[in-house]
């Protein structure tokens, strides 16, 4: 039985790696066959990822991690970071992948390279796949309708020579495959409609087309329409393998810190299904003018909540946000003294423990794909507020196509002025209703998310849609092995 190695290159950012990790894991639990070998970029340093890393380099000897050397950083250019980090890095990943084919030509017993498996914003290294002769795939750890989205906007670039850009301001709708409902052009991800990103985003859907297949970290039964929409044999096998995700807390802190009892404390005491949850991911921040309207639309709600409100990187800095010291100096006056009852504020949160525990009834969050797939897999309804990336696209679906959710504004933009604060800010009064349809949610939507739920937790076991395409993976990336 011959062995086969597949070399994983995630994106260096915690929502990325932590879905790569989970995939390889799956792969190897799968097949004994197969072993995985992770080349890590650096961004920035990140203890975050470091300590995600070494939980995971004891879980299994057939997943092994090899840093890349970290290149000098260039001026800061936050519209290419991550396209133009596999670029570089591409004399890196040769020589350690010339080092994998060595050992596996001058021993018997070790495995051969099978293929990669590259991250979204990994593409070009498809160059040194194509070097070593063997195929590439691509991790998509957005859904499947973001893939039939990036699809669309490159035919009709390329082949209608519609230019995206039309689209900014616009009232138009457009029918796209990938989706069962019209879909409003000012909802489009702002990457669309920027002309520096679009080009980026453009050449990404063009070397999609190049891999041999994309694994997507969705399920059949959550995104059927835009799964359906790939089968017409003018598109690459697309393999949903998910939801993906990870329950296990690796590399998290300590969930014997004070920190987390604290949480867990406050939570427990709370009656059930009574808190709205407040986070907007490991990238989400807000300035002072909107930290005070959330502040308020919350208070005016009646709702009890768990806020996890984090601090802005300092201007210029691409950087993830912090916890404050202090967060009573960006909060109403007095906000913290007529809440202590009702509210709670932290900083870190673990979110997959929140949305676990039975007070929890409703989500206010950013809608990125990690976020949603955990709402869903715990049942817990969501309030989208999109901030950046393909958020608004997954707000979108959420609430029109699947039903699942509320809207505090699905076609919100993150966009800043000099001093740091937002140029749209959302109104207390937007907040409040916002949370009040969240927490006040029909028993129809519940029971429709819980139905969601099992679907999404069958998918994964034994004979689900995402166990047989996963299957279907390691048939066509590995069973072609002489």
């Known amino acids: 039985m011959k062995k086969a190695e597949l070399v994983f290159i995630p994106t260096p950012v915690i929502s990325h790696l932590v879905s790569t990790v989970e995939v390889a894991k799956l792969l190897v639990d799968r097949d004994e066959r197969l072993s995985i070998t ?71 017993d070790t495995p051969t390279l099978a293929g990669f498996v590259l991250d979204m914003f990994c593409t070009s290294l498809i160059d040194v796949a194509n070097e070593f002769g063997v195929p590439s795939y691509i991790f998509l750890t957005s859904g499947a309708a973001y893939l039939g989205l990036v699809f669309y906007i490159q035919a009709l670039h390329g082949e209608q020579r519609v230019d995206p850009l039309e689209f900014k301001d616009s009232e138009a709708e457009v029918v796209m495959p990938c989706l ?22 453009l050449a990404q859907a063009r070397r999609f087309r190049e891999s041999k297949g994309i694994i997507v970290n969705t ?20 393999y949903p393998v998910g939801p993906i995700l990870n329950l296990s807390r690796d590399g998290h802190r300590d969930v014997e810190s004070d920190e987390f009892k604290d949480i867990k404390q406050w939570l427990d005491d709370q009656p059930l299904s009574s808190v709205v949850y407040i986070c907007f991911g490991s990238m989400g921040s807000f300035g002072v003018d909107q930290v005070k309207e959330i502040a308020c639309g919350l208070e005016q709600s009646g709702h009890r909540f768990l806020w996890s409100l984090r601090q802005p990187p300092p201007k210029g800095k691409i950087e993830p946000p912090s916890d404050y010291t202090n967060p009573q100096g960006v909060l109403p006056e007095g906000f913290l003294d007529r809440t202590a009852n009702t509210g709670k504020i ?123 395409w996963l ?12």
């Open 38 to 108: 992770f080349l890590i970029m650096k961004l920035c340093s990140s203890s975050k990822i470091d300590s995600f890393i070494d939980s995971v380099r004891t879980a299994s000897n057939r997943i092994r991690f090899i840093d890349l050397p970290q290149d000098e950083p260039g001026p800061n250019q936050p519209n290419k970071t991550f396209f133009s980090l596999s670029e570089t890095q591409k004399p890196h990943v040769k020589e350690e992948v010339s080092k994998l084919v060595s050992q596996s030509e001058s021993s018997p």
């Open 180 to 201: 069962a409902n019209p879909f409003p052009a000012r909802v489009l991800p702002s990457f669309l409609l920027n002309k520096e990103w679009l080009g980026s985003v």
């Open 219 to 238: 399920f059949e039964e959550l995104e059927s329409h835009a799964i359906n929409s790939f089968s017409n044999g003018n598109t690459l096998p697309v």
């Open 346 to 468: 932290i900083g870190w949160a673990p979110q997959t423990d929140i949305l676990a525990h039975p007070s929890v009834g409703g989500f206010v969050s950013h809608c990125g794909w990690n976020s949603i797939l955990e709402s869903i897999w715990f049942g817990v309804p969501i309030a989208a507020w999109p901030l950046y990336a393909e958020q608004q696209l997954n707000a979108f679906q959420i609430i029109v196509e699947l039903g699942l959710g509320v809207e505090i504004k699905m076609d919100y933009r993150k966009e800043l002025k000099s001093d740091g604060n937002e140029i749209n800010v959302i109104s207390a009064g937007e907040i409040e209703r916002g949370v009040r349809c969240l927490m006040e949610l029909c028993d129809e939507k519940r029971e429709r998310l819980k139905e969601m739920s099992g679907k999404g937790r069958k998918a994964l076991e034994n004979g689900g849609s995402s166990f047989t």
């Open 471 to 482: 299957g279907r993976f390691i048939q066509d990336s590995v069973d072609h092995l002489p």
